[in-house]
């Protein structure tokens, strides 16, 4: 019988039949193709599901997408059987779930050496857990869980990052499963979630992992018995990412429960300088001891993120006796410094940005709902809409291409009594404002925000303008166009800029771009509580809005934006080629609405969350 010859299944002169076998060479002559342009095209395939099926497809592919296949495996849990859509079985019919079928699947075959990053996560269900609380005993449920995990990773050689962010599994990592970590000489990377009940487990005190760069602890709770990982920050001499998340109960709650030396200590004690260059703190409830001052080498600092930690403006009255601590501290200078990320603004945070020079990229983060201190919606919407609710001048741009060089009736752009900047926040009498003497301001200086954003703005032009790339400003700092022109000509580098405008219309837009000319992404903020900008776009219309940005994206100018956000809005740009009936090719700008989500690797979008 012939040999029957697949073409999905002929690698280079060799035929793999579909049986998966080896067969003659005396089929059809084909080029040969070689084993690194596989691997090339392997690479690409980032699907477990396409390369499951291509290791199916041949023994030569089979081997070669092995190890790409499980290269990083993720085990999600659930507490409840799940039926599937198709047909509506159980999933893990015949067998067990597919969480514990995965774990089964590592300890038993021979996949353990390929796996690179593991990451088990979701909900675990723990049974007779009161009744092990009462006598002080762990469920045996999640005993065996955490002996399967431990026997997974003593299996994995290659192991350099493992991911139990989360462990979100309703149970706590026990002593065995951190012992095998620190085992592993090739981890760099841990995440761990700890555990959000109060019930009674095993403190454990981590030890320290040789080779460890960096460490992402969320949920920290002392009343949750977290462990220790004072031992861990001591003896991870190559760490160098830091990121801890505390659980925002203490701050809700204003539960002074946090020690900062329960985590530090043991490095202030022995004179040690942590090799830290990113640090992220999230909810961090705490009195300042001065401990970052003697634990870390400012000169090695890359990058600071702190989100609801150490006190801001908008902060009220009843968490000052907290926070305040850290308003009277004096932070060194940190020359080294290119990120700086946060959500909060105050007068040290200002004093601190003028302490370094050549900051790359700076964002103000508003994935919150502020307090009044910013903003009076009331005079907002007396100043910036017209009679039917829509900001006139959005609508003219939208509507009427000539009306650019007239007037927008019920929108004026006047400057502002300071010659230095013409920001208007129009900042409300009822919040107070913290001051560098960490005493609040009378609430009857309406003018103390404007001025904090003016000093901020003033800093980052003196100290940061040659240099920034990326600047994300909160949206309740409306600037004016004469602000405009002060930002293209302090940062002519920028790349990513999202910010508040006082007149929120296309002009703006033609003004500030030829000025930027390596801008790639540009983002108009709608203000937390007014979405003025986002409600006059659906109106009017996605189609006009195309329509009316595609009008200028042929010039020169505009060859490196890629993307335009407007309020909720984000455009891309794309250039599109088209063959003529001559045969010859013409390229083309295209403006399109795109979901939010296809910004989720630009900067100024990604990194406006509330997440560390």
């Known amino acids: 019988m012939p040999t029957v010859y697949h073409p999905n299944t002929m690698i280079g002169n060799i035929d793999f039949g579909i049986d998966g076998s080896d067969g003659e060479e005396s089929g059809p002559e084909r080029a040969p193709l070689p084993l690194h342009l596989l691997a090339m095209i392997i690479s690409y395939l980032d699907d477990p599901a396409d390369l499951a099926r291509v290791?199916?497809?041949?023994?030569?592919?089979h081997y070669m997408c092995l190890p790409t296949l499980y290269a990083d495996v993720s085990l999600h849990s659930y507490d409840y059987i799940r039926y599937s859509e198709i047909d509506n079985r159980p999933e893990g019919s015949g067998g067990a779930s597919p969480f514990s079928m995965g774990l089964?699947?590592?300890?038993?075959?021979?996949?353990?050496?390929?796996?690179?990053?593991?990451?088990?996560?979701?909900?675990?269900?723990?049974?007779?857990?009161?009744?092990?609380?009462?006598?002080?005993?762990?469920?045996?449920?999640?005993?065996?869980?955490?002996?399967?995990?431990?026997?997974?990773?003593?299996?994995?050689?290659?192991?350099?990052?493992?991911?139990?962010?989360?462990?979100?599994?309703?149970?706590k990592m026990l002593p065995n499963v951190w012992q095998g970590l620190a085992q592993r000489q090739t981890l760099s990377s841990v995440k761990v979630t700890f555990p959000k009940l109060r019930v009674p487990r095993l403190t454990t005190l981590v030890p320290p992992m040789q080779n460890l760069k960096s460490l992402h602890i969320t949920d920290i709770d002392p009343l949750c018995y977290p462990d220790n990982i004072s031992s861990l920050l001591l003896g991870s001499k190559k760490l160098e990412v830091l990121k801890l998340h505390?659980?925002?109960?203490?701050?809700?709650?204003?539960?002074?429960?946090?020690?900062?030396?329960?985590?530090?200590?043991?490095?202030?004690?022995?004179?040690?300088?942590m090799p830290l260059k990113h640090i992220a703190a999230q909810n961090l409830y705490a009195f300042n001891e001065d401990v970052f001052e003697h634990i870390m080498d400012?000169?090695?600092?890359?990058?600071?993120?702190?989100?609801?930690?150490?006190?801001?403006?908008?902060?009220?009255?009843?968490?000052?006796?907290?926070?305040?601590?850290?308003?009277?501290?004096?932070?060194?200078?940190?020359?080294?410094?290119?990120?700086?990320?946060?959500?909060?603004v105050s007068r040290i945070h200002c004093n601190m940005i003028g302490k370094f020079k050549n900051l790359e990229r700076y964002y103000?983060?508003?994935?919150?709902?502020?307090?009044?201190?910013?903003?009076?919606?009331?005079i907002r919407s007396n100043s910036a809409k017209g009679s039917n609710g829509i900001c006139p001048g959005i609508m003219d741009s939208f509507t009427n291409s000539d009306s650019s060089g007239g007037?927008?009736?019920?929108?004026?752009?006047?400057?502002?009594?300071?010659?230095?900047s013409t920001i208007s926040t129009t900042s409300s009498n009822s919040c107070p404002v913290q001051s560098s003497s960490t005493s609040f301001t009378s609430p009857s200086e309406p003018n103390a925000l404007p001025q904090l954003a003016r000093d901020y703005l003033e800093a980052i032009y003196k100290h940061h303008g040659a240099s920034l790339r990326h600047l994300l400003l909160v949206p309740q700092w409306r600037l004016s166009s004469e602000d405009l022109a002060r930002l293209v000509r302090h940062c002519p580098n920028l790349e990513q800029v999202g910010l508040g405008v006082e007149v929120a219309h296309f002009n703006m837009l033609r003004l500030l771009i030829p000025f930027l000319p390596k801008l790639y992404a540009i983002r108009i903020l709608d203000n937390v509580d007014d979405s003025t900008l986002t409600d006059s776009i659906s109106k009017v219309g996605i189609d006009?809005?195309?329509?009316?940005?595609?009008?200028?994206?042929?010039?020169?100018?505009?060859?490196?934006?890629?993307?335009?956000?407007?309020?909720?809005h984000v455009f891309e740009i794309a250039s599109v080629r088209t063959v003529t009936e001559e045969g010859t090719v013409q390229t083309h700008k295209k403006v399109r609405s795109v979901p939010v989500g296809s910004v989720k690797d630009v900067e100024i979008w990604s990194m406006d969350r509330l997440e560390i």
């Open 246 to 273: 505390w659980s925002p109960r203490m701050r809700e709650a204003r539960e002074p429960s946090v020690n900062l030396h329960s985590y530090f200590g043991k490095i202030m004690s022995a004179n040690y300088k």
């Open 544 to 568: 006009c809005c195309e329509d009316k940005l595609g009008d200028d994206m042929w010039k020169t100018e505009f060859d490196t934006l890629r993307w335009v956000g407007l309020g909720d």
């Open 104 to 171: 089964n699947a590592i300890v038993t075959r021979n996949i353990a050496g390929y796996i690179k990053k593991f990451k088990v996560w979701g909900k675990w269900k723990e049974h007779d857990l009161e009744e092990c609380a009462k006598v002080g005993r762990v469920p045996d449920s999640s005993m065996m869980l955490n002996l399967l995990v431990r026997a997974a990773v003593d299996r994995m050689p290659a192991l350099e990052t493992f991911s139990t962010g989360s462990w979100e599994l309703d149970t």
């Open 298 to 344: 400012p000169n090695l600092i890359e990058s600071y993120t702190m989100i609801s930690s150490m006190g801001g403006a908008d902060d009220g009255a009843d968490i000052a006796f907290m926070d305040a601590t850290w308003m009277r501290a004096r932070p060194e200078a940190t020359p080294n410094l290119k990120m700086l990320r946060g959500d909060k």
């Open 364 to 378: 103000l983060i508003t994935g919150r709902k502020p307090k009044d201190c910013y903003q009076d919606p009331s």
């Open 55 to 61: 290791c199916r497809t041949s023994r030569v592919l």
């Open 407 to 420: 007037s927008n009736s019920g929108t004026s752009i006047s400057p502002a009594s300071t010659p230095q």
